[in-house]
T-cell receptor, first 118, second 110 residues
């Protein structure tokens, strides 16, 4: 149980284009999902918190107009990188805590999406 | 502000050579401390959650312990397949998001 998928697993796009990344919880529901980015040999940095049915909450320094987040259902959140630039190249990972966790608070992570902007 | 540090940054062990990884944290009201394993190019894989000082959890060759200021991940008789980056994260009482440490890159040589 507690499986999170991401699509695509990797994507290459040209500078100036937009890319959408999907995050799905396959066997549980989540009102909240988190989006992280990770640079090589660095830890995960929280970008934003995706809330089902409401606006996302962005961390300081993250441009909300550049990284559009939509949490349309209890099992799907999407991250759209708009007008991508080479410096947006990174590993993007989503996570979700199951609604019904019986008192535990683990987050389950997706496999990540490698974005390369050329 | 919640903070998490991990040491060492990298650790190289021979197969069978036991050791410990450290996670030191500062948090305003600990809701939980979490250990994850991350292989290159993959998302973190959940290992343990610890909630209160004195708590211990085990899984195969791994054992996690918690005090009021730090957590240890003990690795007993490691095997090459234990090679990965081990991440520690904390969650406070005020939100759902995690604060991650920088990780420890473990290499176990055959």
């Amino acid at each position: 149980g507690a499986v999170v998928s991401q699509h695509p697993s990797w994507v290459i796009c040209k500078s100036g284009t937009s890319v959408k990344i999907e995050c799905r919880s396959l066997d549980f529901q989540a009102t909240t999902m988190f989006w992280y980015r990770q640079f090589p040999k660095q830890s995960l940095m929280l970008m934003a918190t995706s809330n089902e049915g409401s606006k996302a909450t962005y961390e300081q320094g993250v441009e909300k107009d550049k990284f559009l987040i939509n949490h349309a259902s209890l099992t799907l959140s999407t991250l759209t990188v708009t007008s991508a630039h080479p410096e947006d190249s990174s590993f993007y990972i989503c996570s979700a805590p199951p609604i019904a966790t019986g008192g535990s608070y683990e987050q389950y992570f997706g496999p990540g999406t490698r974005l390369t902007v050329t | 502000e919640d903070q998490v540090t991990q040491s060492p940054e990298a650790l190289r062990l021979q197969e069978g050579e036991s050791s410990s990884l450290n996670c030191s944290y500062t948090v305003s009201g600990l809701r939980g401390l979490f250990w994850y394993r991350q292989d290159p190019g993959k998302g973190p894989e959940f290992l343990f959650t610890l909630y209160s000082a004195g708590e211990e959890k085990e899984k195969e060759r791994l054992k996690a312990t918690l005090t009021k200021k730090e957590s240890f991940l003990h690795i007993t008789a490691p095997k090459p397949e234990d090679s990965a980056t081990y991440l520690c994260a904390v969650r406070d009482n005020y939100g759902q998001n995690f604060v991650f440490g920088p990780g420890t890159r473990l290499s176990v040589l055959p």
